[in-house]
């Protein structure tokens, strides 16, 4: 399992960057540190228990790759495509994501807790038990995805297709909801705790 440590400069409570041992701030030269970490990201296929935390990623191919156990922990995503990759325990949380593509993705058991998600495709994906609490979702489709026991709850949802989808308890208590087509979708399965839909 990935550990998120802080970084070892004296007195510093940021968050390490990646696995190195110091945060981006106390780092010689943190853009040598995220281009290699880049570099093995898309070299390599497999990926388990690794942290990738706080790093930037821009116009970045990841697509057909596995993750099991790994964390994303406060990463900016930015037209990044994850097609037909397979994610399972991995941690989005507290991430800015925009313009990327998940579509046809795994991501049984995901965290996207308190991310800013805005023009980001899940089309056609495995969205089972996956934490969205306390996010912001803006401009996006999860359309003909399954998406099973995950959990919305508080957060702030806007201008998103969950068209022809399973939602058998989706939890969306709490959320704020506005223009979100539900068209072909359970709707009667999902939770909303008694709140009209």
Same mark, same amino acid.
């Given at each position: 399992?990935? %550990?998120?440590?802080?970084?070892?400069?004296?007195?510093?409570?940021?968050?390490? !960057? +990646?696995?190195?041992?110091? /945060?981006?701030?106390?780092?010689?030269?943190?853009?040598?540190?995220?281009?290699?970490?880049?570099?093995?990201?898309?070299?390599?296929?497999?990926?388990?228990?690794?942290?990738?935390?706080?790093?930037?990623?821009?116009?970045?191919?990841?697509? =057909?790759?596995?993750? $099991?156990?790994?964390?994303?922990?406060?990463?900016?995503? &930015?037209?990044?495509?994850?097609?037909?990759?397979?994610?399972?325990?991995?941690?989005?949380?507290?991430?800015? %994501? $925009? $313009?990327?593509?998940?579509?046809? /993705?795994?991501?049984?058991?995901?965290?996207? +807790?308190? +991310?800013? %998600?805005?023009?980001?495709?899940?089309? =056609?994906?495995?969205?089972? &038990?996956? &934490?969205?609490? =306390?996010?912001?979702?803006?401009?996006?489709?999860?359309?003909?995805?399954?998406?099973?026991?995950?959990?919305?709850?508080?957060?702030?949802?806007?201008? !998103?297709?969950?068209?022809?989808?399973?939602?058998?308890?989706?939890?969306?208590?709490?959320?704020?909801?506005?223009?979100?087509?539900?068209?072909?979708?359970?709707?009667?399965? +999902?939770?909303?705790?008694?709140?009209?839909?």
């Amino acid at each position: 399992m990935f %550990i998120l440590k802080k970084c070892s400069h004296e007195e510093c409570e940021s968050l390490c !960057l +990646a696995e190195e041992p110091y /945060c981006p701030e106390h780092l010689a030269d943190p853009k040598v540190v995220e281009r290699r970490i880049l570099e093995e990201l898309i070299s390599g296929k497999d990926f388990r228990g690794r942290s990738f935390s706080l790093i930037n990623f821009e116009d970045t191919d990841l697509s =057909g790759k596995n993750f $099991e156990n790994c964390s994303f922990s406060h990463c900016s995503f &930015n037209r990044v495509d994850f097609s037909g990759t397979r994610f399972n325990l991995t941690f989005f949380d507290f991430c800015d %994501i $925009e $313009e990327t593509i998940f579509k046809g /993705c795994d991501l049984t058991n995901t965290v996207f +807790a308190g +991310a800013r %998600i805005n023009k980001t495709i899940y089309k =056609g994906s495995e969205i089972v &038990n996956c &934490n969205f609490n =306390g996010s912001e979702i803006l401009n996006s489709d999860f359309s003909d995805s399954d998406l099973y026991l995950s959990r919305f709850v508080n957060s702030n949802l806007a201008k !998103l297709d969950f068209v022809d989808c399973n939602l058998k308890r989706t939890d969306f208590s709490g959320s704020d909801r506005k223009q979100i087509k539900f068209k072909y979708s359970n709707i009667e399965e +999902a939770l909303f705790k008694g709140e009209d839909r």
